[in-house]
C-alpha cells in the first residue's frame, strides 16, 4: 500500500515537472514548506547566516510567498536557474531583494510550484 501511494506520488510529480518544463519571465510561483530543514534547490542564506544577522533562524516567514521569475539563466549543463524576487517588492529576510534557484530541482522537490 505504502509503495503503490509513494509510486502515484511520484507519477504525479513527473508529470507537473513536465507540464511546466521550462520558466517564462513573469510567471510566478509559490514557494512552498521544504521536505528537510532547509531548502537544497533554493538558495535561501543559512540559518547560522540569519542569526548572526539578528533576524529568525527559520524558514517560516517565506513559507507560501508568491514570488516573479525575473531572469532566466540556463548552464552549460542544461540546468535552468532563476531569480526569484517577492511579488509583492519586500525583500527576503528584511535583507534579501532576490534568490536564485534552481528551476527544475526544486520544482520536483517540491520547494516551489506554479500559481494556480
Do not use: W
Not at 509510486?7 to 513573469?26: D, I, K, R, Y
Not at 510561483?29 to 534547490?41: Q, R
Amino acid at each position: 500500500m505504502k509503495n503503490a501511494i509513494l509510486t502515484l506520488f511520484f507519477l504525479g510529480f513527473c508529470f507537473f515537472a513536465s507540464a511546466q518544463s521550462q520558466p517564462n519571465v513573469g510567471d510566478e510561483l509559490v514557494i512552498k514548506e521544504p521536505t528537510a530543514v532547509n531548502y537544497n534547490y533554493v538558495k535561501f542564506p543559512r540559518l547560522n547566516v540569519l542569526a548572526k544577522k539578528g533576524k529568525v533562524a527559520n524558514y517560516k516567514s517565506v513559507y507560501g510567498n508568491t514570488v516573479v521569475v525575473k531572469e532566466i539563466m540556463t548552464s552549460e549543463d542544461g540546468s535552468t536557474h532563476v531569480i526569484l524576487e517577492k511579488k509583492d517588492g519586500s525583500k527576503f529576510f528584511g535583507y534579501l531583494k532576490s534568490v536564485k534557484a534552481n528551476y527544475t530541482k526544486s520544482i520536483e522537490a517540491g520547494e516551489i510550484a506554479p500559481t494556480k
